[in-house]
């Protein structure tokens, strides 16, 4: 079987624009916000997320985590997003399409961090919707997945408000917080869009 490889040029520095929001890859003038916004949320965050590095809130960690984002975008592997409202620039939280698998496949993985104070407003639920529509229209993916612990049911909730449908159970999937979890598999088909209908959310700007 002959593997091909379907992909399309992207700017490096994409603005997506949904529903009161935008989202667009971190900058270096980004760090006071962010570490501000992960540090209030800590909490709140370390069920749901891998063990933080000591010096994950360093500006030394942020400036690494910008070169690690730019080559992956380079690359075709990653998209991350910050992402932001509309009008205030305020900082809600992050977003990405990583583990993007070209050939055959055509296929990403869907991760997300919400910060504490914005939490249960439906901002994730929309930005969620706008990422995805990035990833059909512009990546040309033709399956998005994601996965979340059986417990965060506001994460299953949200994921299946946009399309996705629960495929499977893994046990032991991802080490989070330091310990082995097993998840729901979700995953969304470009081809579940409604038929004859662009993917919606996004314009680039």
Sequence with gaps: MA????????????????AGLYLRPAQSDDYPAWASLRENSREFLTP?????????????????????Q???????????????????????GGIT???IKRGVAQTASLG??????????????????????FGFSTLRLH??????????????????????????FARAYLCINGAWRDHY??????SDLPRGQPPKGPTLG
Excluded at 48 to 68: I, N, Q, S, V, Y
Aim: charged fraction near 25%; glycine fraction near 8%; hydrophobic fraction near 45%.
């Design 3 to 18: 593997l091909f490889r379907i992909t399309r040029a992207v700017d490096p520095a994409p603005l997506l624009r949904g």
């Design 48 to 68: 749901w997320e891998p063990t933080w590095p000591a010096d994950d809130l360093t500006r030394g960690a942020f400036r690494r985590r910008l070169r690690r």
């Design 70 to 92: 730019a080559e992956e975008i380079a690359r075709d592997e990653s998209f991350a997003f910050l992402i932001f409202a509309d009008g205030s620039d305020i900082l809600l």
């Design 97 to 99: 399409i990583g583990g």
């Design 112 to 133: 997300y961090w919400m910060g504490a104070p914005h939490a249960g407003k439906g901002h994730m639920t929309r930005a969620v919707a706008v990422t995805a529509a």
């Design 143 to 168: 399956r998005l997945e994601a996965a979340c612990i059986p417990s965060n049911i506001a994460s299953a909730t949200l994921l299946e408000r946009n399309g996705f449908q629960r495929e499977g």
């Design 185 to 190: 598999l979700f995953a969304l088909l470009e």
